[in-house]
């Protein structure tokens, strides 16, 4: 979990020109992050943050709770963010981030960030948006069925071929070495690539845009403790999108090609509002797994405190999900029984300790 208290303070220096897309204008300003801990003086300036801003109320709060969300796991809330000071709960020690180039209908954040718990550990962090609904981009929207498998082949033999050849050059230096200390790295080496697993990508796979390709990231070979002689890192693997068109879902035509204008069908990478019984609730469904799997966040207006369900899809229109008690043993607190509806998602909030059941009404925002 992440532990680390930061005081958030509003920079208005925006961006020198806004973004324009065919339904949005939109700027950015920096929130700028100060940690507390760990400080005598109390305040240590660790880093800045984006926050979009646009006349469109709607858009801009959907793109900034995402990665508020996913990237700080908090809400800022409009009157922490008009004060320029929030206090946020999180490992982060170090973030930057910049706005990438893209095709006309996608916006890509990419950040360098730092987290911290027994290890320090750097790492890159990608969100993407489709800027004519505020909506996230996932990798599973883009492509078809096939499509996506096709991918998952490509960045697997890449990522493979990328070791072998590394693996190779090691080889052959280990064979002309004559330093105990580089023969050594060499051996630790051949024994971090050879044990090397080449997962499948998922939705959790970082991706983002360039103006004429998509970059699919995998993970590297390393854990933190022996990352100092991994020197192949993340791997990066990017594939022009004008190769790739056969392989898009109508969505991903729509937002890659433009013309008329196609919806994307998924509750993945949606925000929606609605109602827990009588009481205010936003949540966030950010992906959901090849195997259907998904864990979604949501709050109650009035608190603004994170709460996580985790759950399945079946059938691709009912949920199954549990809510779980993370402050505490982390035993299950709710069960909750849903079905998809209209684009939205309605059921039944139940109290696993109580057996109080209340109804649940979520619209798509």
Same mark, same amino acid.
């Given at each position: 979990?992440?532990?680390?208290?930061?005081?958030?303070?509003?920079?208005?220096?925006?961006?020198?020109?806004?973004?324009?897309?065919?339904?949005?204008?939109?700027?950015?300003?920096?929130?700028?992050?100060?940690?507390?801990?760990?400080?005598?003086?109390?305040?240590?300036?660790?880093?800045?943050?984006?926050?979009?801003?646009?006349?469109?109320?709607?858009?801009?709060?959907?793109?900034?709770?995402?990665?508020?969300?996913?990237?700080? &796991?908090?809400?800022?809330?409009?009157?922490?963010?008009?004060?320029?000071?929030?206090?946020?709960?999180?490992?982060?020690?170090?973030?930057?981030?910049?706005?990438?180039?893209?095709?006309?209908?996608?916006?890509?954040?990419?950040?360098?960030?730092?987290?911290?718990?027994?290890?320090?550990?750097?790492?890159?962090?990608?969100?993407?948006?489709?800027?004519?609904?505020?909506?996230?981009?996932?990798?599973?929207?883009?492509?078809?069925?096939?499509?996506?498998?096709?991918?998952?082949?490509?960045?697997?033999?890449?990522?493979?071929?990328?070791?072998?050849?590394?693996?190779?050059?090691?080889?052959?230096?280990?064979?002309?070495?004559?330093?105990?200390?580089?023969?050594?790295?060499?051996?630790?080496?051949?024994?971090?690539?050879?044990?090397?697993?080449?997962?499948?990508?998922?939705?959790?796979?970082?991706?983002?845009?360039?103006?004429?390709?998509?970059?699919?990231?995998?993970?590297?070979?390393?854990?933190?403790?022996?990352?100092?002689?991994?020197?192949?890192?993340?791997?990066?693997?990017?594939? &022009?999108?004008?190769?790739?068109?056969?392989?898009?879902?109508?969505?991903?035509?729509?937002?890659?090609?433009?013309?008329?204008?196609?919806?994307?069908?998924?509750?993945?990478?949606?925000?929606?509002?609605?109602?827990?019984?009588?009481?205010?609730?936003?949540?966030?469904?950010?992906?959901?797994?090849?195997?259907?799997?998904?864990?979604?966040?949501?709050?109650?207006?009035?608190?603004?405190?994170?709460?996580?369900?985790?759950?399945?899809?079946?059938?691709?229109?009912?949920?199954?999900?549990?809510?779980?008690?993370?402050?505490?043993?982390?035993?299950?607190?709710?069960?909750?029984?849903?079905?998809?509806?209209?684009?939205?998602?309605?059921?039944?909030?139940?109290?696993?300790?109580?057996?109080?059941?209340?109804?649940?009404?979520?619209?798509?925002?």
């Amino acid at each position: 979990m992440k532990k680390i208290v930061l005081l958030i303070a509003l920079s208005m220096l925006a961006c020198a020109h806004p973004v324009w897309t065919q339904e949005n204008v939109f700027q950015f300003k920096t929130l700028k992050l100060k940690n507390t801990k760990g400080s005598i003086s109390g305040v240590i300036e660790i880093g800045n943050f984006p926050l979009l801003v646009s006349k469109n109320k709607r858009f801009a709060e959907k793109i900034n709770t995402f990665l508020q969300v996913e990237e700080l &796991e908090t809400i800022l809330g409009t009157k922490a963010v008009t004060s320029g000071l929030a206090s946020v709960t999180t490992s982060l020690a170090s973030v930057s981030w910049e706005v990438l180039q893209t095709p006309g209908n996608i916006l890509s954040i990419s950040f360098a960030m730092e987290g911290c718990g027994a290890y320090c550990d750097n790492y890159d962090a990608y969100a993407n948006f489709d800027t004519r609904t505020g909506d996230m981009i996932l990798l599973r929207h883009l492509l078809t069925k096939e499509g996506f498998e096709v991918m998952n082949r490509k960045v697997k033999a890449n990522k493979k071929a990328t070791i072998r050849l590394f693996m190779k050059e090691t080889r052959e230096k280990l064979a002309k070495s004559v330093s105990k200390d580089d023969r050594e790295l060499y051996k630790e080496q051949l024994f971090l690539y050879e044990t090397c697993n080449t997962h499948d990508i998922d939705d959790d796979a970082g991706f983002y845009f360039t103006e004429n390709n998509i970059v699919i990231t995998s993970s590297r070979c390393s854990a933190h403790v022996v990352r100092a002689i991994d020197d192949l890192g993340t791997f990066s693997f990017a594939h &022009e999108i004008e190769e790739m068109e056969k392989y898009l879902s109508p969505y991903g035509v729509s937002l890659l090609k433009g013309g008329q204008f196609v919806k994307n069908a998924s509750i993945g990478g949606k925000m929606f509002k609605g109602t827990i019984g009588k009481y205010p609730v936003t949540a966030l469904l950010t992906r959901v797994q090849g195997d259907n799997s998904f864990s979604m966040w949501y709050w109650y207006e009035k608190h603004m405190t994170l709460i996580a369900w985790s759950g399945k899809m079946h059938n691709g229109k009912t949920l199954t999900m549990t809510e779980r008690d993370v402050k505490g043993d982390y035993k299950i607190v709710a069960s909750i029984y849903a079905e998809i509806k209209d684009g939205g998602i309605q059921g039944v909030w139940k109290n696993s300790i109580t057996g109080e059941k209340l109804s649940l009404n979520l619209v798509e925002y």
